[in-house]
């Protein structure tokens, strides 16, 4: 089945257009990902091998004698790993595990925002049908046979797996980071918790980009007032109390939002 293009008009009525990951590249992904968490599992259960050998061990160290009550814990941990890398990853990195981040795709919800956190534990819990009755065959099968690619727990979920493409305009954003480079700013300035940025959507990632874009062409008296108005509007989804900050603190952290949302927003489908 080829993919074709996906329209989605969001909650705030603007129209996207996606191309839908098909089932070559969402394998690709996964088997990376499978990789990374083969070598860890493997990894974890040889240190708790020889960490419960006791003096048996050929290497001559130990920590603890053989514990059956030590390898349950290991177990349960084994499938919190193996279950909580996807969820882990798909919400707090945009949608992206490391495979999918290697292949260009990312999981977002149908309406074009990026995956919540009920949407995300849905869909990754459903692994457990999709990967039925061995080696995901039932996903497979719906990810060909979907118009829109889709596994049952993206079904479920409400979600759907897409290519990006990172924009290739550059102009505005030299400008932008030239600005944010004579400021001293850097991401890691924003005190804003992961869960408060999932508060914005396409909405608010709109107003940052434009105001970002026509940050250094307006004049500082419409400037001051942009900036208190996108103020006005963001801070109180994100937590942040704007009260007493001088316009150039205000432009930074909206600057800083910028750079934060620009990962996960600034692509085109």
């Excluded at 130990?62 to 009550?69: D, G, I, P």
């Excluded at 500082?220 to 006005?232: F, I, P, Y």
């Excluded at 205000?250 to 996960?264: A, I, S, V």
Aim: proline share 2%.
């Amino acid at each position: 089945m080829q993919e074709g293009q996906v329209d989605i008009k969001t909650p705030e009525y603007v129209s996207l257009q996606f191309q839908p990951a098909g089932l070559g590249s969402r394998a690709a992904a996964l088997m990376m990902d499978q990789i990374i968490l083969s070598i860890l599992n493997i990894l974890i259960v040889v240190i708790l091998f020889f960490a419960t050998t006791g003096n048996n061990s050929p290497f001559g160290f130990y920590l603890f004698e053989l514990n059956s009550t030590l390898w349950g814990v290991a177990i349960v941990a084994l499938f919190v790993l193996n279950w909580g890398y996807f969820f882990a990853l798909e919400y707090f990195w945009g949608g992206k595990t490391l495979g999918k981040r290697l292949l260009g795709i990312r999981v977002m919800q149908e309406n074009g925002h990026s995956v919540t956190l009920l949407s995300c534990f849905i869909r990754n819990l459903l692994r457990i049908i999709d990967m039925l009755p061995a080696s995901y065959f039932l996903g497979m099968i719906m990810i060909f046979l979907h118009s829109k690619h889709k596994r049952v727990g993206d079904i479920v979920a409400g979600t759907i797996v897409v290519h990006e493409r990172r924009v290739k305009g550059k102009r505005k954003e030299i400008a932008i980071e030239k600005e944010m480079r004579n400021r001293g700013l850097r991401k890691e300035d924003l005190s804003v918790e992961a869960w408060a940025l999932k508060q914005l959507g396409t909405k608010e990632w709109s107003l940052v980009k434009t105001y970002a874009n026509r940050f250094s062409q307006l004049p500082r008296s419409e400037r001051n007032q942009l900036s208190k108005k996108l103020a006005d509007i963001l801070f109180p989804k994100l937590g942040l109390n704007m009260e007493g900050k001088t316009y150039n603190e205000l432009e930074d952290t909206l600057l800083l939002l910028y750079l934060e949302m620009r990962d996960e927003w600034e692509y085109e489908l």
